[in-house]
């Protein structure tokens, strides 16, 4: 398996566009959770799905942030509109079940600047 | 508010020498705690793990220990290698249901 594929790797924008992020989890994972990296606050959690159904979105700092997964095979993290402050790296992660033994599989992550 | 605390950004270590990361916690519910190490570039990957109902799991050159009355836990490297360095996260959870909360991370260097 190739793994979480995460698109684009990079992307910049101007303040005010909107930027969607995509994910493609591990075929066969049933959840799938989208974190965001930053140097003040570390990874925080913003949102997970189990079976595409949004379970927990505490973590979406505000309302200018969706996450949807339409089918078990792509989820998407969209900004609209983006500030400078979105500036960050988003990683998302999935694994084949939650109990406590299991693992987050990682993608690559993207890399947001937002001008 | 941090529940899961990595006091450290960073640590240098010589290479052979013990890398000792620490992390400690606010949460008394968590219930497994893992490690992951991330490398630039790249996503983090799992490294370790220990459940609450132990204080010890080793694995290689990797060892995790667990003191539950001080909520804190200690990733144990030894002997370090140049490929150590990466940055490693402290993550945990209660009972897996909610994803794991991570920790800050701490930027380990290890020099020849």
């Known amino acids: 398996d190739a793994g979480v594929i995460q698109s684009p790797r990079h992307e910049v924008t101007e303040m005010g566009q909107e930027v969607t992020l995509r994910c493609k989890p591990i075929?066969?994972?049933?959840?799938l959770f989208w974190y965001r990296q930053t140097m003040m606050r570390g990874l925080e959690l913003l949102i997970y799905?189990?079976?595409?159904?949004?379970?927990?979105d505490s973590g979406m700092p505000e309302d200018r942030f969706s996450a949807k997964m339409p089918n078990a095979s792509f989820s998407t993290l969209k900004i609209q509109p983006s500030e400078p402050r979105d500036s960050a790296v988003y990683f998302c992660?999935?694994?084949?079940?939650?109990?406590?033994?299991?693992?987050?599989?990682f993608g690559s992550g993207t890399q947001l600047s937002v001008l | 508010d941090q529940q899961v605390k990595q006091n450290s950004p960073s640590l240098s270590v010589q290479e052979g020498r013990i890398s000792i990361l620490n992390c400690d916690y606010t949460?008394?519910?968590?219930?497994?705690f893992l490690w992951y190490k991330k490398y630039p570039a790249e996503g983090p990957t799992f490294l370790i793990s220990i459940s609450s109902i132990k204080d010890k799991n080793e694995d290689g050159r990797f060892t995790v220990f667990l003191n539950k009355s001080a909520k804190h836990l200690s990733l144990h490297i030894v002997p370090s290698q140049p490929g150590d360095s990466a940055v490693y996260f402290c993550a945990a959870s209660v009972g897996g249901a909610d994803g794991l909360t991570f920790g800050k991370g701490t930027h380990l260097i290890i020099q020849p």
């Open positions: 949460n008394s519910m968590f219930d497994y």
């Open positions: 799905f189990n079976n595409n159904v949004p379970i927990d």
């Open positions: 992660a999935s694994s084949l079940n939650w109990d406590s033994n299991e693992k987050l599989f």
């Open positions: 075929s066969g994972h049933d959840y």
